[in-house]
């Protein structure tokens, strides 16, 4: 697939901006714990040797006079018993570290018990006690600190900020907004929570990981700081569901078809109702979607979106989104490329992503940068434009961990729905016929029920 290039998005002008680079920020650093001095630690030690002579500090620039804190103003001197100690600095609960002498809290004690001149085994723990509570007392406080740390930590998770990410929609374009958009396959962890992030980004300045449950297949953009992340390999997780649905066993009875790649049916009852908004100058068929939701709330839609349709229909999605938001719908935001390459007078075999020249990643990651920047979140779900794709097309959208759909009742073609069977229409003006079949399945009680969303087709 190296061979395909960019082709189709330069000729028509719709691409606002190319694929950001990877980009390579450090996003976590794991401090070891036997490098750093626990808070009460001497700072010098008699036998150390002695550091050389501070360096005279050169008069400060009167512009920094300001600065806070300030400067260093004397260097610890060698052999120093000084240890440095927490200490609350004011009402407002700052906390601050000083350099404070040792006080030995048992020194007294220890002399009076000296002056009896025995001990018996009764004060074998109280002789430990006695001499060793330096280091009993730099624990403690390396207890109770970093419980402070764990409870400011589980107050950062419960006031949302490693809850998953809703983006505002903005007026800025997505190169500016969705920036170092690569993929990635990595294992992620948060507290007892497991996700796999099949995307790195950076949106609107903060590092975000696209995440999927590997169970319920379910999206969320997420905080890259939220989670602690190592890269896996889909042999290592070949027994999830998720990979399952990736990369399903040969059926042997279905024949190697140029059309309708993926998945076509579903598991179960009922049906699963897919719409293609292929890039379209008409207005979006709203029609479909009412009678959709007048089968209950949060009807399931599945639709396979274009960038070209998204460039010109902010309009019609912001209605969409608010159809989503009153909870008339639930809609699953599946990937039909950008462009959607397409010349009428060539046959299928040369024709959509099998035209030379075609760029297949970026017309998948320049989709999902529009998405997220309009406020939704890509699925894992790809659908090839006419359905169309080879075996090496195919390997490589999954190789982008897409799981790749078609259908096996596109009813514009007559194709009748049965139990299990994912559905497609067009909604964007150009199928009005398939629109039509749709309601009048409704409406007859022809269509298989209940309506499925599509994360439970395969």
């Not at 395909?4 to 691409?15: E, Q, V, W, Y």
């Not at 419960?158 to 969705?178: K, L, N, Q």
């Not at 379910?218 to 905080?223: A, D, F, G, N, P």
């Amino acid at each position: 697939m190296s061979g395909r290039k960019s082709g189709d998005l330069a000729d028509t002008g719709k691409a606002e901006s190319s694929i950001e680079g990877g980009g390579s920020g450090i996003e976590c650093v794991d401090i070891d714990p036997h490098a750093a001095a626990f808070p009460g630690d001497p700072l010098g030690f008699s036998d150390q040797p002695a550091p050389p002579a501070a360096a005279a500090l050169s008069p400060l620039d009167p512009k920094m006079a300001n600065v806070k804190p300030a400067p260093v103003r004397y260097a610890i001197e060698p052999g120093d018993k000084s240890s440095l100690r927490i200490a609350r600095d004011d009402a407002e609960g700052r906390f601050s570290a000083r350099a404070e002498p040792n006080r030995d809290l048992f020194a007294e004690p220890r002399r009076k018990l000296g002056r009896l001149g025995r001990f018996d085994r009764k004060d074998a723990l109280l002789n430990f006690l006695v001499f060793d509570h330096d280091h009993v007392v730099r624990r403690v406080l390396v207890l109770l600190f970093w419980a402070c740390v764990a409870c400011a930590a589980t107050a950062q998770g419960e006031d949302g900020s490693c809850s998953p990410v809703d983006i505002a929609p903005g007026p800025a374009s997505t190169g500016e907004r969705v920036r170092d958009y690569a993929p990635i396959f990595d294992l992620c962890a948060n507290g007892g929570e497991s996700r796999l992030a099949i995307r790195r980004m950076s949106v609107d300045g903060t590092q975000l990981i696209l995440t999927v449950d590997p169970q319920s297949l379910q999206t969320s953009l997420e905080r890259a700081s939220c989670w602690r992340c190592e890269e896996t390999s889909d042999a290592a997780q070949a027994e999830t569901r998720y990979l399952k649905a990736l990369h399903p066993p040969q059926d042997s009875t279905r024949p190697p078809a140029l059309v309708n790649a993926g998945l076509i049916h579903g598991d179960g009852d009922g049906a699963f109702v897919t719409g293609d908004l292929c890039p379209s100058r008409k207005p979006l068929d709203r029609s479909f979607f009412e009678k959709l939701a007048a089968q209950g709330p949060g009807a399931p839609v599945a639709l396979a979106v274009s960038g070209g349709w998204i460039a010109r229909h902010g309009a019609d999605i912001a209605w969409l989104r608010e159809k989503e938001r009153i909870g008339a719908l639930a809609i699953t935001w599946a990937n039909h490329s950008y462009s959607h390459p397409y010349a009428p007078h060539l046959s299928d075999r040369r024709n959509y992503f099998l035209r030379p020249g075609v760029d297949v990643d970026r017309e998948i990651f320049e989709t999902e940068k529009l998405i997220i920047a309009e406020g939704e979140t890509p699925s894992t779900f790809f659908r090839f434009p006419g359905l169309v794709a080879d075996a090496a097309l195919l390997e490589h959208v999954r190789s982008r961990h897409l799981i790749v759909f078609g259908a096996d009742s596109w009813l514009a073609l007559g194709l009748r729905p049965r139990p299990g069977s994912i559905v497609l229409v067009h909604p964007n003006g150009n199928e009005p016929v398939g629109i039509k079949l749709f309601s009048r399945l409704i409406d007859a009680g022809a269509m298989p029920l209940p309506l499925r969303p599509i994360n439970e087709a395969p």
